[in-house]
């Protein structure tokens, strides 16, 4: 490989390589730009520093795609032996053995990551020291097509149920359709006992709005109505990372955003793209949100007194 296929990145105290930096990994065409590797390397940098904290400690899946969007694609679960030793890796308990993922503590990783064709980067719930107990609790709002209005709709009638329960929650962008709500929980409650309190919340709102919400897994049984997807609050699922690029044409990404900007007219799932959501990153969109967790017993308690 010839010098000028390699480009030497500065990374915090780290000097990281990034192998073929013009490799075209999301194609131009139509609305869409054309961006490169280098391109995607230089978008994590610049958002690193907001990104991390929403990485350090967390099991991580990769969405690898060597040769860009047109080209074949893997989720990466175990970290591959070429990685770097200083790249940290946490072995993780699974039935009939075990897997090594890769957690993402500093800016190095994160270039090195995307220097392997990493285009989104998809965490865990739960932190290394205690994979059993998630802090995050995740609400997808899945639309049955491409009209973004039942997606704000079920956004404010979710937040106004959260806030009732007295659950301080976060609005995110997927860069796909939907839209995710996110919760921060106290990290003391297992899997089960979140996905099940999850459900519940869901249910209660497709009940109070059966013509426009369901909580049904089949997409047969949905009809035209937006799914309320609490599925990813399980043990060794994954979400995507807060400000992870997508790999859809234009590289959208996955932003944190204010509750007010879901009224704003451009809003929508895919409105951020690596040209200009280290921007909105430095808004500090969810400076509003408490940082430490809730405890789900009192929540719990609302909830069955609105339940009856």
């Not at 400076?287 to 405890?295: F, H």
Request: proline share 8%.
């Amino acid at each position: 490989m010839s010098g000028d296929d390699v480009r030497t990145v500065r990374a915090g105290r780290r000097t990281v390589e990034v192998h073929r930096p013009d490799k075209v990994l999301f194609p131009g065409g139509g609305d869409a730009k054309e961006y490169t590797k280098s391109d995607l390397v230089d978008y994590y940098r610049a958002v690193a520093p907001f990104m991390l904290p929403q990485l350090r400690g967390r099991p991580l899946m990769l969405e690898r795609h060597p040769d860009g969007l047109d080209g074949p694609q893997f989720m990466q679960k175990n970290t591959p032996d070429t990685f770097p030793d200083w790249i940290t890796r946490v072995e993780v308990p699974k039935e009939g053995g075990t897997v090594c993922h890769t957690v993402c503590d500093d800016t190095a990783t994160l270039v090195h990551i995307a220097d392997q064709a990493c285009i989104t980067l998809h965490r865990w719930l739960s932190r290394t020291g205690r994979l059993e107990s998630p802090d995050r609790m995740v609400f997808d709002l899945d639309p049955s097509g491409d009209s973004f209005a039942p997606v704000r709709e079920a956004a404010r009638l979710l937040g106004e149920l959260l806030d009732e329960l007295k659950l301080p929650s976060a609005l995110m962008t997927t860069g796909s359709r939907g839209l995710h709500v996110i919760v921060s929980v106290g990290g003391h409650h297992g899997f089960d006992e979140v996905r099940e309190f999850a459900r519940d919340v869901a249910d209660t709102l497709a009940t109070a709005h059966p013509d426009r919400l369901t909580t049904a897994a089949r997409k047969k049984d949905r009809g035209d109505r937006l799914y309320l997807d609490v599925q990813r609050n399980a043990y060794a699922q994954t979400a995507v990372v807060p400000f992870t690029v997508r790999a859809r044409p234009g590289a959208p990404v996955a932003v944190p955003v204010t509750w007010d900007q879901l009224d704003e007219p451009d809003f929508g799932p895919r409105r951020w793209t690596i040209a200009d959501a280290a921007d909105q990153a430095r808004t500090n969109p969810w400076a509003d949100v408490p940082t430490r967790g809730r405890a789900l017993g009192p929540a719990r308690r609302r909830l069955d007194a609105l339940r009856g």
